[in-house]
T-cell receptor
Framework: NAGVTQTPKFRILKIGQSMTLQCTQDMNHNYMYWYRQDPGMGLKLIYYSVGAGITDKGEVPNGYNVSRSTTEDFPLRLELAAPSQTSVYFC?????????????FGPGTRLTVT | GEDVEQSLFLSVREGDSSVINCTYTDSSSTYLYWYKQEPGAGLQLLTYIFSNMDMKQDQRLTVLLNKKDKHLSLRIADTQTGDSAIYFCAARGYNNNDMRFGAGTRLTVKP
């Protein structure tokens, strides 16, 4: 199993550009998450999904959109990129929503908006 | 302040014990986690503890939880250079969509 994979690893965007961060998991997990991590801060939840076709906002959803058309994929879309979106983005998946289930993380995407 | 706080840096000598501390604010936190992140990799779960426990030991790792003070610690015995990484503390209630992470403690182990 590859686990959770994310592409790209690094990206530089100009202000106002758009991009999609890709996330794929091969563990057949229903639950998937997008986090961002700013320097010196903890991870903040952007969006999550409890299954194909179902998504919900996390703590910091503004400026982002997600979709979940398959169990495996959970792309994160940035429209009109802003410098405030410079961050490291982590995708995660989990076999359960309630209970002690751990979250499995991808390696992260480092995004710079200039 | 942040929901989960931890110091940002810790440096120890190889063979010494490392203690990484964490405090959290939500008294309803049910599960408390320690994740490890190595360079270029995602976070990997090291261990977790239920809020009704006060200690958990797993080989070189000891987790202590003081629920009254909302304080969690991770002790690594006989720290090795391979333990150099960033360690994240996390707390959540019953559901996985309310996980709160600390900023991570960068542990440096000197030979």
């Amino acid at each position: 199993n590859a686990g959770v994979t994310q592409t790209p690893k690094f990206r530089i965007l100009k202000i106002g550009q758009s991009m999609t961060l890709q996330c794929t998991q091969d563990m057949n997990h229903n639950y998937m998450y997008w986090y961002r991590q700013d320097p010196g801060m903890g991870l903040k939840l952007i969006y999550y999904s409890v299954g194909a076709g179902i998504t919900d906002k996390g703590e910091v959803p503004n400026g982002y959109n997600v979709s979940r058309s398959t169990t495996e994929d959970f792309p994160l879309r940035l429209e009109l990129a802003a410098p405030s979106q410079t961050s490291v983005y982590f995708c995660a998946s989990s076999p359960g929503l309630a209970g002690p289930y751990e979250q499995y993380f991808g390696p992260g995407t480092r995004l710079t908006v200039t | 302040g942040e929901d989960v706080e931890q110091s940002l840096f810790l440096s120890v000598r190889e063979g010494d014990s490392s203690v990484i501390n964490c405090t959290y604010t939500d008294s309803s936190s049910t599960y408390l986690y320690w994740y490890k992140q190595e360079p270029g990799a995602g976070l990997q779960l090291l261990t977790y503890i239920f809020s009704n426990m006060d200690m958990k030991q797993d080989q070189r790792l000891t987790v202590l939880l003081n629920k009254k003070d909302k304080h969690l610690s991770l002790r690594i015995a006989d720290t090795q250079t391979g333990d150099s990484a960033i360690y994240f503390c996390a707390a959540r209630g019953y559901n996985n969509n309310d996980m709160r992470f600390g900023a991570g403690t960068r542990l440096t182990v000197k030979p």
